[in-house]
């Protein structure tokens, strides 16, 4: 019993003596760590648990850029007892501080201290940009993407004509603090290939961006002459543009130009402005109607460029300058169905020169600056064809005929042969015609007239114009003589001889002894004619062809004379055909149609060859022969005829026994306004009582 209990207790000595020596903490070791980099690093460490309580909740490694990390820091679990761990993603030439830690429900337990520091890595760099590529010169900027962790100690841009520069080549050294750089690299040479790398020095040495290259400018200025306008006799506009400079300062630019071609800056030449863009230049001194080239011309540092030439002429000095009034003669102003027969319907006579001195006397202004001027004093002829003027008239002229407009021009292509006037109201000759017909309201003036066939006389005092109004041809002529001119004034000739100046005799062409220049003969009261040599009238045809002593073409019937008047109208051209006769030359002579007012006369016409749509009938007017526009209030009496028979025709007008202005007979075959040609033959003209 007593070994027994012995035994017991040494047992239960032994069992407390064990207990008693478990371990209670755990041992921590933190070595040293180790492949260092500039963002990584290996931890190494050992971790012997606690034997006393073997629940673990943690173990690993803390770190921090701070002594004596903690759980609360960054934290690297790692289990087991020799424990290794890569740490990444660090920052670069750091010092961080390292232990290793255990964690169970007794706390937490740490090892020992370790401190490293991480490398000095590589510096990231780029180039990010290059502009304003000059001849000499061009932008760069440089990026830093990273330091690396070091101190920068130098900075910028290293260039050269060979690939992969270094900083032995040459550089640009940047000093910004911040890592978006920029900086213009010059003193280059133009039109040259150059190859430039960014470069960052640190603690480690020097580190290079990715290669670029950049050619600078050739210096080539692009431009153009772009137009050549407002020629006149001794300059012109020209406007030029310059797109590109080429890379080079544009010092100097402008026009140049010659007479033979290919102009440069050693022939006359102009400066304007030192820009690129569009310009423009005033080109004169010129000499009048020559032929120049003109080129632009810009200069830069690498030269002087050229644009395009373009040729001109100047225009010659026209004859036109100078101050104009109507002819004053017969035939100043006319019109026809067309240039060739501008005549056939009208002209004036010398004496419409002096009953419209109002139309003569106005001037019409062409001045060297290409303004012009229509210059009509107090009065001046008012055409009854105006709808607000009751009846034709010198007075105020209407507006804006007035030449009210002081601000109209006129330009002259002598080659053309045309005269252009523009500016509402200004008008040559008659204010009423224009270019697509004849205006009845002044409302519809025109902006602008073109006038044709201008033509001078050798002296160049003499100007002749026409107009052509409607599409159908019809035409108006002008003609004017240069103020001060003998044809700017009444003519003081006397043709005749008979002391009465041929403006105010009435027959200039045979001398007389009457007031008016006639002599005191003439038909009389009592016109007639048998055409057998018994008559007392003078035929004057108007685009007809008449014989007065024509083989009667049918002796029959109540005509057996052996001669007749023929009268042929071609047609063509002979709108208006007729044949007719004054009372006396000078016109003053008239009808007395209170007692005498029957005209009879007989008629033959034959079958036509060709078939007429006129009718078949024959006309026979009385008119003023004295009035510039006869035809107006003149009156007619139409009676139809057969063919191919001699028959008397009476023309009864007595209907107009007032009137006392007439001195005129007219006689035309199918009526007016038309070109059909007609052949008819007359006998025994009587006029008298019915």
Excluded at 177 to 191: C, V
Excluded at 254 to 278: A, L, M, S, V
Excluded at 558 to 582: H, K, P, R, W
Excluded at 650 to 670: G, H, I, L, M, P
Aim: aromatic share 10%; charged share 20%.
């Amino acid at each position: 019993m007593k070994k027994y209990l012995i035994i017991c207790l040494l047992t239960f000595l032994y069992s407390c003596s064990v207990e008693e020596s478990c371990e209670q903490f755990p041992t921590l070791t933190t070595e040293e760590a180790n492949n260092i980099t500039d963002k990584s690093v290996t931890l190494v460490g050992k971790i012997i648990p606690p034997t006393c309580d073997k629940n673990i909740t943690s173990q690993g490694f803390v770190y921090s850029k701070t002594e004596l990390p903690k759980v609360d820091d960054n934290l690297i679990e790692k289990s087991g007892t020799n424990i290794s761990a890569e740490l990444e993603n660090l920052e670069q030439n750091t010092t961080y501080y390292v232990r290793t830690f255990f964690e169970n429900t007794e706390g937490v337990f740490y090892g020992n201290e370790i401190e490293f520091r991480t490398n000095i890595g590589d510096v990231l760099l780029s180039i990010n940009n290059i502009s304003n590529v000059r001849t000499e010169s061009f932008n760069v900027s440089l990026y830093i993407n990273s330091l690396g962790g070091g101190t920068i100690l130098k900075k910028g841009i290293c260039y050269s004509t060979t690939d992969n520069p270094t900083i032995n080549d040459s550089k640009l050294e940047l000093n910004s603090e911040n890592n978006n750089l920029s900086g213009t690299i010059d003193n280059l040479i133009f039109n040259t290939v150059y190859y430039l790398r960014g470069y960052v020095e640190n603690e480690n040495g020097f580190f290079y961006s990715e290669g670029l290259n950049v050619t600078t400018k050739d210096g080539v200025i692009s431009l153009s002459t772009t137009s050549v306008g407002n020629i006149t006799t001794n300059s012109i506009n020209v406007s030029g543009n310059i797109s590109d400079d080429g890379g080079s300062t544009i010092t100097l630019r402008g026009f140049c130009w010659n007479k033979t071609g290919n102009p440069t800056i050693d022939d006359d030449n102009n400066q304007n402005g030192d820009d690129i863009g569009e310009f423009s230049s005033l080109v004169n001194g010129l000499e009048s109607n020559k032929r120049y080239y003109v080129k632009t011309y810009a200069q830069n540092s690498i030269g002087v460029f050229y644009g395009n030439e373009i040729e001109f002429k100047t225009k010659s000095v026209s004859d036109i300058i100078g101050r104009w009034v109507l002819l004053h003669e017969a035939g100043a102003l006319a019109v026809g169905p067309n240039l060739g027969n501008v005549t056939s319907w009208w002209s004036n006579d010398l004496a419409f020169v002096k009953t419209r001195e109002c139309l003569f006397d106005d001037v019409y202004e062409f001045n060297a600056d290409q303004s012009f001027n229509n210059i009509v004093g107090d009065a001046t002829w008012l055409e009854g064809t105006w709808e607000s003027v009751p009846e034709e008239t010198c007075g105020t002229a209407l507006a804006p005929f007035d030449g009210s407009n002081k601000n109209a021009t006129w330009s002259h292509d002598p080659e053309a042969g045309t005269v252009t006037l523009n500016g509402a109201g200004a008008f040559l000759g008659i204010s009423k015609v224009h270019n697509t017909g004849e205006l009845t309201d002044p409302a519809g003036v025109k902006e602008s007239i073109t006038y044709s066939g201008v033509t001078f006389s050798e002296d160049k005092n003499y100007m002749t114009l026409h107009i052509q109004y409607d599409p159908a041809g019809n035409t108006w002529q002008f003609k004017f003589a240069r103020e001060g001119s003998d044809g700017a004034s009444a003519p003081t000739t006397d043709s005749d001889g008979d002391g009465v100046a041929d403006i105010d005799d009435a027959c200039p062409e045979l001398a007389g002894t009457e007031a008016n220049g006639c002599p005191p003969s003439g038909v009389g009261t009592d016109p007639t004619d048998d055409f057998e040599g018994n008559g007392n009238i003078t035929w004057t045809p108007d685009a007809t062809t008449i014989d007065v002593n024509f083989a009667n073409p049918s002796k029959s019937g109540i005509n057996t004379s052996d001669t007749v008047l023929q009268y042929v109208d071609a047609g063509e051209g002979a709108q208006y055909a007729n044949m007719n006769f004054d009372l006396n030359e000078a016109k003053t002579d008239k009808f007395d149609l209170t007692s005498k007012n029957i005209i009879k006369v007989k008629v033959f016409v034959p079958t036509p060859v060709a078939p007429i749509v006129t009718p078949k009938q024959i006309s026979v007017k009385l008119q003023d022969g004295s009035s510039s526009a006869p035809w107006e209030g003149q009156v007619e009496k139409v009676v139809p005829y057969e063919y191919d028979v001699w028959q008397e025709l009476t023309f009864d007008f007595s209907e107009f026994s007032a009137e006392t202005k007439f001195s005129r007979v007219v006689v035309q075959f199918n009526g007016e306004d038309n070109y059909e040609a007609v052949t008819a033959y007359i006998d025994d003209f009587t006029y008298g009582a019915n």
